[in-house]
């Protein structure tokens, strides 16, 4: 699960994220501990210290150290219907058998979990959808709008180069010019007001 939808409505949710933004990522945090939805395959890249899989339901368990998160992208999903003919059942080739928990959940789970200070430092990897509810609460944090569309990885490592749409990452953490100086290589930082110094 350590990856998204290129395109949120393919129900397919093997893609990884490439592994230049990850190097930049520990430039900033230092070693990973932490990737909340990930996979054996996808680990190969991020080298997570621990990870949780699709059957471990990183939302209920434990967030700690630096976090890479790449959860699987997309609005929440009810349980299907005995009669589901839900399109996107069919292109994913299964039906839901429990909830699919969406956007906002992990967004909310990872904020949670820093505020908290379980987490000591965090980056979540989005599409920049500056027009949606669960992307609002990341704008209280620095975030970095990546120039271009990002190519994710399949799990074979082949490049997928039909994201439909920009990708945003965003910094939990006090590391906060660091980050600037690294992912302004590969995109534009943005701060909230309160990061600011006001003269």
Known sequence: ???????????????YTPGNLIELAKRVMGPIDLDPASSIIANRTVGAAKIYTKRG???????FGNVWMNHPWGARENKCKAQCDKSICKKRGH?????????????EKLITEYQSGNVKQGMCITYASTSE???????????????????????????LNQNTK?????????????????????GAVMFPRK???VA
């Open 1 to 15: 699960m350590s990856h998204q939808n290129v395109n949120q409505t393919s129900g397919n949710v093997e893609i």
């Open 57 to 63: 339901n990183g939302l209920v368990k434990p967030w």
């Open 95 to 107: 039906h839901l058998t429990k909830p699919l928990p969406g956007n906002a959940a992990w967004i």
């Open 133 to 159: 509810k669960w992307f609002k609460p990341l704008t209280d944090y620095p975030i970095c709008f990546l120039h271009g569309r990002t190519s994710f990885l399949t799990p074979k490592g082949d490049e």
């Open 166 to 186: 920009g990708c945003a990452i965003t910094y939990f953490g006090e590391q906060y010019s660091k980050f600037d100086n690294v992912f302004s290589q590969v």
């Open 195 to 197: 990061f600011l110094k």
